[in-house]
Every structure is written in structure tokens, then in C-alpha cells.
């Protein structure tokens, strides 16, 4: 799945990304990094909002007990 339509690989990599990773991210297996995202729309008019949004990371205290009980 393509996720950017009439940009290149060449285009990302004039702009610092390597080779492999504009590979990756113009087919959709890599998100950008937000300042990355910003970079690309400022540089190449690509918005921010066509990359697809990364997978939530786990929360570090992954527990079923809501934080204020937590602390109590």
C-alpha cells in the first residue's frame, strides 16, 4: 500500500532520510516522527495527515487500577 502518492524515494532522501527508511515509509510500514512529518510537509507540501497515526505504546504501569486508587 502506497502511502504517498507522486513523491519518491529520491525526493525523501535529498531531504536526509535513508534509502531504506524512505522506502519504508512511502510504502507504509514506517510512520515519521512528528518533526519529520512537519519536515516533509514544509519541504514537499506532503501534510501531516496522510501518514497513518503509530500504534499507542503500552502505558510503563500497565495496571487495571486507575492511577488515583493507585496512589491512595
Known sequence: MKVVQNIKAADLQRLGVSKP????????????SLALAQK???ELGISTN???????RAAANDTDTPPQEAAA
Not at 25 to 31: E, P, V
Not at 50 to 56: A, N, Q
Request: net charge positive.
Open 50 to 56: 496522510v501518514w497513518p497515526l503509530p500504534p499507542k
Open 40 to 42: 516533509l510537509e514544509r
Open 21 to 32: 527508511y524512505s522506502h519504508q515509509l512511502l510504502a507504509g510500514g514506517k510512520t515519521p
